[in-house]
C-alpha cells in the first residue's frame, strides 16, 4: 500500500469511527470552536480599546508641551511683582530651527467674548483661537472633514475657518459644515474643514494667525504648543526649550515664573501602561480559552483509547501496525481541529460583526473588528496544543500489546 493510499484509509476510519459517537465528536467540537471564538472576540476587543485608547491621547495632546507666557519674579521672589513676559509672534516663526529636540514648534492667540453662528443655529459662546501654520502637525489632530489652512490662505490672512467637532455639531447638525459660513463677532468665515479635538473646549474654532490681527492685537502670542522628538528625553528637551524662550522673551532662564511650561508625559505614560495592560491580560484570557479548548479534546482523545481498547486490540490481531493505530487517532484529533476551528473562526467572525463598535466616550468608539491573522494563530496554537495533547493516547493506543488489549474489559 503506498503512503497515499495508507493516508486515505485512515482517514476514513478515523471519520468512521467520530460518526460510531456522534453525542462525544459533537461536544468536543463545541468545546474547540467555543474556545477559539472567544478568542477571536476578546482579542479584538482587546485591539479594539487599544485603538481607541490611542486615538484619544493623541487628541489629548500626547507627547507635547504647552507653554504660556508668565511673569518674571521679582521683588522679594513674589510673582506679581515681576513684569509680564510677552513673546512676539513674529520671533517664533523660526523657533523650530533652534530647538534640535523638538520636531515642531507651533504659536498660537486665544480671542474670546463671541458666539459663532450658522444661517440657521448659533452658540452663545465659543472662543477663537489663531494658529499657525504648524499647529495641526504639532497637535496631530485628526481631520475629520475637509481640510487644514492652505499656506495662502494663511500668508494673505483670508477668512476662513476650521471647526471643533464638538461646535459643527451644534451649528451644523445636519452636517455639510465644508463650504458654508460661519459668522463670529460680525466677521463671516467660510469653513474649510472640521477637526476633532479633545484637550480643547469642544466649541472651539481655528483661524489662521495672521487673519486674527485683523480683529485683536494678536503681536504676541497667547502660548505655544512644541513636540519633542520621539525618544528625547523631556526633561532635556524643556530646558532647551526654556533657554531658548529666555532668549526670545528677555528673561532668565533659571526664572520658572516666566513661562509656565506643561507636559503630559507622565499621565499619557501611565494611560499606555494601562492600556497594555489591559491588553496583555485580554490575550491571556484568550489564552486560557485555547488551553481549555485543547485540553477538552484531549480529554475526549484519552476516553475513546480506552473505550476502545478491546477494538484497536482486535485491529493489531488482524495486523494493523502500530503506526496505522497512532495516525488513526492523530487523523481523528485534527478533523475534530478542523470542524471545530472553521465553526469556531466563522463564530468568532459573526460576534466581532455584531458587536460592531463600542463606546468610549461622547467623541470615540473602539472597533471590534474581525483580525484574521489572530485567528488564524489562535486556531495553530490550539491545534498544536490539542495535537501534543492528542499524542499521549495515540502513543498509548500504539504501543498496547495485542493480547493485552483483547484482555481488557
Not at 451644523?172 to 474649510?192: D, I, L, S, Y
Not at 529666555?246 to 499619557?268: C, H, K, M, Q, W
Request: hydrophobic share 45%; glycine share 10%.
Amino acid at each position: 500500500m503506498s503512503p497515499l493510499q495508507f493516508l486515505y484509509a485512515t482517514v476514513r476510519m478515523a471519520l468512521g469511527d467520530l460518526t460510531v459517537r456522534p453525542l462525544s465528536s459533537a461536544l468536543s467540537v463545541f468545546s474547540f470552536s467555543l474556545g477559539i471564538a472567544i478568542a477571536v472576540v476578546l482579542v479584538a476587543l482587546g485591539e479594539g480599546f487599544r485603538r481607541g485608547v490611542e486615538d484619544i491621547l493623541k487628541t489629548l495632546g500626547e507627547g507635547q508641551v504647552s507653554v504660556t507666557p508668565g511673569r518674571t519674579t521679582g521683588v522679594g521672589g513674589q510673582r506679581r511683582t515681576g513684569r509680564p513676559v510677552r513673546i512676539q509672534y513674529e520671533d517664533t516663526e523660526g523657533l523650530s530651527q533652534l530647538l534640535p529636540s523638538f520636531s515642531g514648534v507651533a504659536a498660537f492667540y486665544d480671542l474670546r467674548g463671541g458666539g459663532a453662528s450658522s444661517s440657521r443655529y448659533s452658540i452663545p459662546w465659543s472662543p477663537l483661537r489663531a494658529v499657525d501654520r504648524e499647529y495641526l502637525e504639532v497637535r496631530k489632530m485628526p481631520i475629520i472633514e475637509g481640510r487644514w489652512f492652505a499656506p495662502d490662505e494663511e500668508e494673505e490672512a483670508r477668512w476662513v475657518t476650521v471647526l471643533n467637532e464638538g461646535v459643527r455639531r451644534v451649528i451644523f447638525p445636519e452636517g455639510g459644515a465644508v463650504g458654508n459660513w460661519v459668522e463670529w463677532r460680525g466677521r463671516r468665515m467660510t469653513v474649510v474643514g472640521v477637526v476633532r479635538d479633545e484637550a480643547l473646549f469642544p466649541y472651539i474654532l481655528f483661524i489662521p494667525y495672521r487673519t486674527a490681527m485683523h480683529i485683536a492685537d494678536a503681536r504676541y502670542v497667547s502660548g505655544l504648543i512644541a513636540r519633542p522628538l520621539p525618544g528625547e528625553p523631556w526633561r532635556r528637551a524643556i530646558d532647551e526649550l526654556r533657554r531658548v524662550l529666555a532668549g526670545v522673551g528677555g528673561f532668565d532662564p533659571g526664572d520658572l515664573n516666566a513661562v509656565e511650561i506643561e507636559d503630559n508625559s507622565t499621565f499619557t505614560t501611565q494611560v499606555d501602561a494601562v492600556s497594555t495592560a489591559l491588553h496583555a491580560l485580554v490575550v491571556a484570557i484568550a489564552g486560557v480559552s485555547l488551553l481549555l479548548g485543547g485540553l477538552g479534546v484531549a480529554n475526549m482523545m484519552v476516553i475513546a483509547v480506552t473505550e476502545r481498547t478491546q477494538e484497536i486490540g482486535l485491529r493489531k490481531a488482524l495486523g494493523a501496525s502500530p503506526r496505522a493505530v497512532f495516525v488513526q487517532i492523530l487523523c481523528e484529533a485534527l478533523t475534530i481541529l478542523s470542524v471545530g476551528g472553521v465553526v469556531g473562526i466563522s463564530a468568532g467572525a459573526a460576534a466581532c460583526s455584531l458587536i460592531g463598535t463600542l463606546r468610549m466616550s461622547a467623541t470615540y468608539t473602539a472597533d471590534v473588528k474581525f483580525d484574521p491573522l489572530s485567528a488564524a494563530l489562535s486556531l495553530l496554537g490550539l491545534g498544536v496544543v490539542a495535537v501534543l495533547a492528542a499524542t499521549i493516547p495515540a502513543r498509548r493506543a500504539a504501543a498496547l500489546p495485542a493480547a493485552e488489549a483483547l484482555r481488557w474489559e
